[in-house]
């Protein structure tokens, strides 16, 4: 008897498993981030500079974040009655969107056709890839973590109770940003000249 109980046990953890799994990339906290953008080119003659063309505009980022429920294993359960204990993936990014369309020139400030010296749209596109780059590594730095895990605890915590549990607790195996790695930087080979 005491192993049937104990299979029931482990039957019941796997479904509980199973049923959270399905969900798999659980996107549960989005975040806009507002960035500014800026650059100038200068031009120089023999080490003096004679002109600088300046660049500014507003952009957008769209971070979305949550836990890849696919990596959560039968150990990271227990169950005990109406108490269950789950210990879920760390916080990543699932989505991360910087659309051109958020872009806006600010026409005020900017001043891209100085004297001899002219900001083209391939400048452009680089001010932009290094503002992404520049958001991309902030991103653990921004708080992220902490009000996802809130989000996700409190998601799991609403399931959880609907499914019978009273007693619930839920931790993370990790408190690192989890970013999936992008290749922004240029290769000098990749570059053609107009």
Request: hydrophobic share 40%; aromatic share 8%; with cysteine.
């Amino acid at each position: 008897m005491a192993w049937l109980l104990v299979g029931c046990k482990e039957d019941h953890r796997a479904m509980v498993v199973g049923k959270i799994q399905q969900a798999k990339d659980l996107a549960t906290t989005e975040f806009l981030i507002d960035k500014v953008v800026f650059g100038t080119k200068t031009k120089k003659l023999l080490f003096i500079n004679i002109s600088e063309s300046r660049f500014l505009a507003y952009s957008k980022a769209t971070v979305k974040t949550g836990v890849d429920l696919g990596n959560l294993r039968p150990e990271d359960i227990t169950i005990k009655g109406e108490m269950i204990s789950l210990k879920l993936p760390p916080i990543e990014v699932v989505n991360f969107s910087y659309p051109p369309a958020s872009f806006h020139e600010d026409s005020l400030i900017s001043d891209t056709k100085a004297f001899l010296n002219t900001i083209k749209v391939r400048d452009q596109e680089e001010f932009f890839r290094l503002a992404e780059l520049d958001i991309r590594s902030n991103l653990q730095y921004m708080g992220i973590v902490k009000t996802s895990q809130q989000h996700t605890r409190k998601m799991f915590e609403m399931l959880l109770k609907s499914l019978g549990y009273r007693e619930i607790y839920i931790a993370f195996k990790s408190d690192e940003l989890i970013i999936p790695q992008v290749n922004l930087l240029v290769d000098q080979d990749q570059i053609v000249s107009p």
